[in-house]
């Protein structure tokens, strides 16, 4: 029987390109969503809300990813600085979108024909 598994299909490693690619995105959809919270306009309900829950998806499809990715290399090992390091980092970038994810839903709240 095999004691380890292969996180491969998620990625090969820390230096994997993909990750750092993924991560590097990440931070760039958090500050995106915080310029889009600050626009928001019910001019065009449809239209923003169609694009807010959008930006939304891809922001929490990606750091779902990442966080996976980590938290499994966590279980394999509890003391590794990097994964530690890593989480904080992650951690740090959900905590700063979460403003905007906060003006996001209120703006949902408000909309008037979400049908």
């Known amino acids: ?7 491969d299909a998620l990625y090969q490693g820390y230096e994997d390109p ?9 931070e760039k959809q ?4 915080n310029i889009t919270s600050q626009k928001l306009s019910h001019t065009d309900e449809e239209h923003v809300l169609v694009q807010v829950l959008q ?7 990606l750091l779902g990813k990442l966080s996976s990715y980590m938290m499994l290399r966590q279980a394999c090992d509890t ?5 530690v390091a890593l989480m904080g980092q992650l951690e740090q970038i ?3 979108a979460t403003k905007a994810i906060t003006k996001i839903e209120r703006y949902i709240q408000e909309c008037d024909n979400l049908d």
């Open 79 to 83: 003391t590794d600085a990097k994964t």
């Open 1 to 7: 029987m095999k004691d380890t598994w292969s996180l």
């Open 18 to 26: 993909q990750f750092l690619d993924d991560l590097t995105l990440l």
């Open 94 to 96: 959900s905590s700063d």
């Open 30 to 33: 958090k500050d995106h969503l």
């Open 55 to 61: 930006e939304e998806e891809r922001f929490f499809v």
